[in-house]
């Protein structure tokens, strides 16, 4: 359980690194007036880049017997439907709840870290952990 709790704390602060990144950069919306969901997007692409190469190095152990192409392959798609996840609320949040876009961003960063915790951990963590 502890080595779980610390597991989580790592992915806490890798996460939150990610999340200074992916906000950071969907600031240009209303610098260059981007669409809220695109500017999303180019953030979210972003921070994934940062997180597999944090997380795969700081928070999940390599699974015995996966090729790094491969686990970097199921962490793109695990991240791509983190994506889907992220921009649907995005864009329910904003265009159809009318809410502001950084609050609703707030809550779908959420809404995928757990996602991409819970996911991570069974598709690429190795059995020792």
Do not use: C
Not at 28 to 57: C, K
């Amino acid at each position: 359980m502890r080595k779980l709790i610390e597991q989580i704390m790592k992915f806490g602060i890798v996460g939150v690194i990610a999340f200074v990144i992916d906000f950071g950069v969907m600031f240009l919306t209303e610098v260059f007036g981007i669409d809220p969901v695109i500017s999303a997007t180019v953030s979210f692409i972003i921070s994934v880049i940062f997180n597999y190469a944090a997380s795969m190095r700081y928070v999940f152990s390599h699974r015995e017997g996966m090729s790094r192409t491969r686990e970097f392959v199921i962490f793109v798609v695990l991240s791509a439907i983190g994506l889907g996840i992220n921009d649907l609320l995005i864009w329910a949040g904003t265009d159809l709840a009318s809410f502001d876009y950084r609050l609703v961003k707030i809550f779908a960063t959420a809404v995928v870290m757990v996602w991409n915790f819970v996911t991570r951990k069974i598709f690429l963590e190795g059995e020792e952990s």
